[in-house]
């Protein structure tokens, strides 16, 4: 059966750090493009950062970039977020997915799986 599972979703104070894990089973990352993505209560989807299947290369909307950055460990199946400087407006449920020899994981329709998410609440 093929699957995502994220973790490492809570509450945090802003400033602070976490870090998600979504790991894979069922199939095996190495061939894949690997996002994280997020949605608000009330607000549309929106990718917060893209690793891609073949050389690397990592793509961060402006909102993110220089606090999150993502990684993937492909012997273990497993992509990472690490998400610092968190603030109030980065709280949202948190999926990965994953397309199949995909590069900027854009569109959002074109991953082929997607975990169920965990929820990250940044607030004081």
């Given at each position: 059966?093929?699957?995502?599972?994220?973790?490492?979703?809570?509450?945090?104070?802003?400033?602070?750090?976490?870090?998600?894990?979504?790991?894979?089973?069922?199939?095996?990352?190495?061939?894949?493009?690997?996002?994280?993505?997020?949605?608000?209560?009330?607000?549309?989807?929106?990718g917060?950062?893209?690793?891609?299947?073949?050389?690397?290369?990592?793509?961060?909307?402006?909102?993110?970039?220089?606090?999150?950055?993502?990684?993937?460990?492909?012997?273990?199946?497993?992509?990472?977020?690490?998400?610092?400087?968190?603030?109030?407006?980065?709280?949202?449920?948190?999926?990965?997915?994953?397309?199949?020899?995909?590069?900027?994981?854009?569109?959002?329709?074109?991953?082929?799986?997607?975990?169920?998410?965990?929820?990250?609440t940044?607030?004081?």
């Amino acid at each position: 059966q093929v699957q995502l599972v994220e973790s490492g979703g809570g509450l945090v104070q802003p400033g602070g750090s976490l870090r998600l894990s979504c790991i894979a089973s069922g199939f095996t990352l190495d061939y894949y493009a690997l996002g994280w993505f997020r949605q608000a209560p009330g607000k549309e989807r929106e990718g917060v950062s893209c690793i891609s299947s073949s050389d690397g290369s990592t793509y961060y909307p402006d909102s993110v970039k220089g606090r999150f950055t993502i990684s993937r460990d492909n012997a273990k199946n497993t992509v990472y977020l690490q998400m610092n400087s968190l603030k109030p407006e980065d709280t949202a449920v948190y999926y990965c997915a994953a397309e199949l020899y995909g590069h900027t994981c854009h569109p959002d329709y074109a991953m082929d799986y997607w975990g169920k998410g965990t929820l990250v609440t940044v607030s004081s």
